[in-house]
């Protein structure tokens, strides 16, 4: 999830530069608004991952499980059909991931052991 995160954020308005004929400030701004969606997409996700949780225990790992699905496919049909609204789709399942995926790394290790699995998640980021 963090490399495609941090591959979006960070290649996307070079795409568009060089692949869709924009200028920089089109790029820029078109890659602010699908920024927006993280805005969204994280408390809504983490809304829809406890909502799961409550019916399944697994349900936060089926949802991230099923977020980094869709976002590895609709980035990838995004970026091979020059598509911005599928980009934007996939930016936020992407941005759906990291909202439950803390919150089940947390449910999962040991209670001694959580400080060290979360430094060592936002150390993978």
């Known amino acids: 999830g963090a490399v495609l ?4 954020l960070y290649w996307t308005s070079s795409l568009f530069v060089r692949f869709m004929g924009m200028t920089p400030a089109q ?6 608004y699908m920024m927006f969606c993280g805005f969204i997409s994280y408390p809504l996700s983490g809304w829809l991952a406890d909502r799961w949780a409550e019916k ?5 790992m089926y949802f991230c499980a099923i ?3 869709l976002a590895c496919l ?5 970026v091979m059909m020059l598509n ?4 934007a789709l996939a930016m ?5 991931i990291p909202s439950a995926q803390v919150a089940f790394t947390q449910e ?10 979360y430094g060592g998640y936002v150390l993978t980021l």
């Open 74 to 78: 609709t980035t990838v049909a995004g």
């Open 92 to 96: 936020f399942f992407t941005f759906c």
């Open 108 to 117: 999962i290790v040991p209670l001694f052991n959580r400080a060290t699995a």
């Open 56 to 60: 399944d225990l697994r349900g936060r």
């Open 84 to 87: 911005i609204p599928l980009l």
């Open 67 to 69: 977020m980094q699905v």
């Open 27 to 32: 790029a820029g701004t078109i890659n602010g």
């Open 5 to 8: 995160l941090q591959t979006q």
